[in-house]
C-alpha cells in the first residue's frame, strides 16, 4: 500500500552487502508488488540480488484486481513458481494462489476499506516506472468497490492450505493492520520492527529467514541444530551481549539455532517474557524456537552453547561450547570458531 500522489521514491534504505547463491537455487520465486508499484521495483532488484541462484519474475498488475488475479493465475501455470511472496495488496492477491507456498507481507485485506481511510480516491502516480509506460490512473469509487470486492475472495477453501502460508507484520505499520484477520485463518504469524514498506533490513533479517525455512522443507534438508542458553545472550539489564546479534545472524545462515531457558516452577509468566525477548532482540528467526527444559542433556543436538553447570548440561550428548571460558570469552570468539567450521 502507497499514500496516492507520493513522489517516486525507492522502498530501500540500505545497500546489500549480502547473498545467498544457494538459497531458492535453480527456483523460480513469483513477487506480487503493491499498490501503485511495479515489477521495477527496488524490493525486486534486492530479491534477485539476495538470491541469484533463483529466477524472481514481477509482472506489472494491472490496476483493476479481478484482472491481476487473473494475471497471476496464469504466471502461476505457466511459470510453475515454487515461492510466491506478496506485499501489501500484492499480499492480499498472493493469498489467493492456492497450492504454492507463499509469504504475505503487510497483506491489505482491507483493501477497499484502506483505500477510503487513506483518501486515496482520485488521481495516483505510479511509484515505479511500469512496462507499458503507464505512468498514473484514477481511483474511482466503482474502482474501489472492485478492491472491496477482491479482499472478500480470501480465505475460501484454504482447508490444507495453512502450512503453506506464512505471515509477516510489521509492528510500526501505520497503513495496514490485518494481523488478527490473518490468524483467525493461519497460524504462522510473525511480527517484525518495521513500517509498511519493505527496506534491505527487513529483507535480508525477516523475509530470508522464512524463505530459508521453506527451502529447506521443499528439499528435505535438515540443518546441524545450534542450542543458545539464553542466560548467554543478555547483560544483566536485558540489553543483548556484545556481538550476540553479529554471531546469531551467522548462525541461522547454517544452523537451526534454539535459545534455551530454564523451565520455571512458579513464574508463570516468565516463558511469555522469554519469548518477547527473543522476538524483541532475535527477531523473526527465532520465531516458534525458543525451548524451555531443565534437563539439557536431553537435549538432541550438534552444539551446545552455555557457561551455567547446572540443568545437566555438562551432560549434553553434541559439543557444548562453554561461553565465557579462555576458549570462549566472548561473542567473537563463538563468531570465530564458526566460521572456522564452514557451516558444518
Request: include cysteine.
Amino acid at each position: 500500500m502507497a499514500a496516492h500522489n507520493h513522489p517516486k521514491t525507492s522502498n530501500m534504505e540500505i545497500h546489500l552487502r549480502q547473498s545467498f547463491p544457494e538459497l531458492m537455487k535453480g527456483k523460480k520465486i513469483l513477487y506480487v508488488h503493491g499498490f501503485a508499484s511495479s515489477g521495477q521495483s527496488g524490493t525486486v532488484e534486492s530479491l534477485r540480488q539476495l538470491m541469484p541462484g533463483a529466477t524472481v519474475i514481477a509482472p506489472d498488475l494491472p490496476i483493476h484486481p479481478a484482472e491481476a488475479i487473473e494475471l497471476l493465475q496464469k504466471t502461476c501455470q505457466e511459470e510453475q513458481p515454487n515461492l510466491v511472496i506478496g506485499t501489501s495488496m500484492g499480499g492480499m492477491l498472493a493469498e489467493q494462489l492456492r497450492g504454492v507456498d507463499r509469504i504475505l507481507v503487510n497483506p491489505a485485506f482491507q483493501m477497499g476499506e484502506t483505500i477510503l481511510k487513506n483518501n486515496m480516491l482520485g488521481k495516483v502516480v505510479f511509484l515505479n516506472p511500469r512496462r507499458d509506460g503507464m505512468q498514473e490512473f484514477m481511483m474511482t469509487k466503482q474502482l474501489q468497490a472492485e478492491y472491496q470486492a477482491t479482499t472478500e475472495a480470501c480465505f475460501q477453501h484454504i482447508e490444507e492450505e495453512t502450512a503453506q502460508v506464512y505471515g509477516l507484520f510489521g509492528m510500526e505499520d501505520p497503513v495496514v493492520h490485518t494481523y488478527p484477520i490473518f490468524t483467525q485463518h493461519y497460524h504462522q504469524a510473525l511480527r517484525f520492527h518495521g513500517e509498511h514498506r519493505l527496506n534491505d533490513s527487513i529483507l535480508l533479517h525477516s523475509v530470508v529467514p522464512v524463505i530459508r525455512w521453506i527451502d529447506d522443507a521443499q528439499e528435505g534438508r535438515q540443518r546441524g541444530i545450534v542450542y543458545i542458553s539464553i542466560e548467554q545472550t543478555m547483560e544483566k539489564n536485558g540489553t543483548p551481549l556484545p556481538s550476540l546479534l553479529k554471531a546469531y545472524r551467522m548462525l541461522i545462515e547454517n544452523y537451526d539455532v534454539y535459545p534455551v531457558a530454564q523451565l520455571p516452577t512458579n513464574d508463570k509468566g516468565y516463558a511469555a517474557h522469554m519469548q518477547e525477548w527473543c522476538e524483541e532482540h532475535l527477531g523473526v528467526a527465532s520465531w516458534n524456537k525458543l525451548t524451555l527444559t531443565n534437563r539439557k542433556d536431553l537435549l538432541y543436538g550438534d552444539y551446545l552453547i552455555d557457561a551455567l553447570k547446572c540443568n545437566r548440561s555438562e551432560e549434553f550428548m553434541g559439543t557444548r561450547i562453554d561461553f565465557g571460558s579462555d576458549t570462549f570469552k566472548t561473542w567473537d570468539d563463538i563468531i570465530t570458531f564458526f566460521e572456522r567450521l564452514g557451516g558444518q
